[in-house]
């Protein structure tokens, strides 16, 4: 209990150094803070979704929002309901949503790569 608490503080704290600051994960994925009060709010839902995200499952990618698809079929309907989320964000701030939250660096099974 006391962990979860200590990452949602986390996920706040970067949320809300975000707007100063444009982390580039989350400036990739919604674009800049708003400046009106209903786009802010909106804005800090999906900024928050991805940081906690993040901190709970420690992505690294700097490339994709919520990292790589995971293995086990908990992580991965967990991370499918944060990609849902932060895909309603982006349709709601009018961004095109962008699916690279979904895309991993491996290929799809059964593909092959020529040489």
Not at 57 to 82: F, M, T, W, Y
Request: glycine share 6%; net charge positive; charged share 30%.
């Amino acid at each position: 209990m006391l962990i979860e608490k200590r990452i949602e503080r986390q996920a706040r704290r970067q949320v809300a150094a975000s707007r100063l600051e444009p982390d580039q994960v989350i400036y990739s994925a919604l674009g800049p803070c708003p400046a009106d009060d209903a786009g802010k709010a909106v804005w800090d839902e999906g900024a928050y979704t991805i940081a906690l995200y993040r901190h709970r499952h420690a992505v690294g990618d700097d490339v994709n929002p919520l990292g790589k698809q995971p293995s086990g079929a908990a992580a991965r309907s967990e991370r499918a309901r944060a990609q849902r989320r932060v895909e309603d964000v982006q349709r709601s701030l009018g961004k095109t949503v962008d699916r690279s939250t979904e895309r991993t660096s491996s290929p799809e099974k059964g593909a092959y790569t020529r040489f």
